[in-house]
Antibody, heavy 124, light 108 residues
């Protein structure tokens, strides 16, 4: 049973950095069949994929164009977790942020496990 | 970017009825990499279906998915009270991953 536990502040001031962490139990962040994503959800944007990190002999990242200049997703193998940093936030970045593990198992079935979500409000 | 359009936006139904939800993609979803999620208020989405038609672990067989290319459906047979929620389709065939805007099932 894989569980993802999110942590981080729920209030961030405009122009500052949003930082969230997703701690993994039941799997390894270095699993070469999984990817570790960040998604956000807001009434105006719906569900929006932000980016991912994954290990396939090397570490790779992919980011959404909309946030590419401001986002960093990093794995932390020593703590078996991964993180999201979003710089220079604006009120429109206010959303519920989710971490998500997805991939295909050895039978090629798709799997997806979500964190509990963190409401992040950007406000002074 | 693959745009997913779900229809209808809202459905009012009674327990025991059956329903089919639609998800149309702006371009072909390769390998049928299309998933369906259920989301209840205050909760994260829960995976129901992956690969367009494969039920996730623990999902009752009253949930079934089908489709290929640009047209996909989720059918729920014999609605139970706990099935009233919002349903999203999601394509993971091409970056950026995208989601539909959701279909809300409400109790009539």
């Amino acid at each position: 049973q894989v569980q993802l536990q999110q942590s981080g502040p729920g209030l961030v001031k405009p122009s500052q950095t949003l930082s969230l962490t997703c701690a993994i139990s039941g799997d390894s962040v270095s699993n070469n069949r999984a990817a570790w994503n960040w998604i956000r959800q807001s009434p105006s944007r719906g569900l929006e994929w932000l980016g991912r990190t994954y290990y396939r002999s090397n570490w790779y990242n992919d980011y959404a164009v909309s946030v590419r200049s401001r986002i960093t997703i990093n794995p932390d193998t020593s703590k078996n977790q991964f993180s999201l940093q979003l710089n220079s936030v604006i009120p429109d970045d206010t959303a519920v942020y989710y971490c998500l593990r997805d991939g295909h198992d050895y039978s090629n079935y798709f799997f997806a496990d979500w964190g509990q979500g963190t409401l992040v409000t950007v406000s002074s | 970017e693959i745009v997913l359009t779900q229809s209808p936006g809202t459905l009012s139904l009674s327990p025991g009825e059956s329903v089919t939800l639609s998800c149309r993609a702006s371009q072909s979803v390769i390998n049928k990499y299309l998933a369906w999620y259920q989301q209840k208020p205050g909760q994260a989405p829960r995976l129901l279906i992956g690969g367009a038609s494969s039920r996730a672990t623990g999902i009752p067989d009253r949930f079934s998915g089908s489709g290929s290319g640009t047209d996909f459906t989720l059918t729920i047979s014999r609605l139970e009270p706990e099935d009233f929620a919002v349903y999203y389709c999601h394509q993971y065939a091409a970056l950026p991953y995208t989601f539909g805007q959701g279909t809300k099932l409400e109790i009539k």
